[in-house]
């Protein structure tokens, strides 16, 4: 499959509080191409998107969706696959952005997505990659305590 005149997509997941959109805050402000954010958020407030839109990026170069009250993995499953439909069509916009909730799967946003694809071959957006965001720190302490456990009940 040739990718060469698609728009990429690249799919934010973590954990809550893992540091997405912190992340999403460090590329738009490096970004120079012109970009549409997804954001998902499971509340009917969108607090990362609210966060997003205070980072003082280029707003000109930034179009902003937003997604909330559901997840993109299942409920707002068509919303999504909707928004991703109609961005790609828009031709300024060069690439995609998705942050997906914390709660997320992101293997069924993915296979959401892959599905979208494969049904509409002429769709002009690809994925490009899916980036996993985890606070080190945070994992290594519930890993140890796993880990603490798991030793106690073996002993």
Do not use: W
Not at 19 to 29: F, I, N, P, R, V
Not at 45 to 54: E, M, R, S, T, V
Request: glycine share 6%; proline share 3%.
């Amino acid at each position: 499959m040739n990718n060469q005149n698609k728009k990429p997509v690249v799919l934010i997941t973590g954990y809550l509080g893992s540091g997405k959109t912190t992340l999403m805050q460090k590329l738009l402000a490096q970004e120079s191409r012109k970009i549409a954010l997804i954001v998902n958020d499971m509340g009917s407030i969108n607090i990362d998107a609210g966060l997003l839109n205070k980072t003082g990026n280029k707003v000109a170069q930034v179009e902003m969706v937003e997604l909330q009250n559901g997840c993109i993995c299942c409920t707002l499953r068509d919303e999504f696959i909707a928004e991703i439909e109609r961005i790609s069509q828009e031709p300024d916009i060069e690439a995609i952005f998705v942050e997906a909730s914390g709660i997320s799967e992101p293997s069924a946003i993915a296979g959401s997505f892959i599905g979208y694809t494969e049904d509409e071959p002429d769709a002009n957006v690809y994925l490009s990659s899916i980036v996993s965001v985890v606070d080190a720190d945070r994992i290594y302490r519930e890993f140890l305590h796993d880990l603490q456990m798991t030793t106690d009940t073996d002993e």
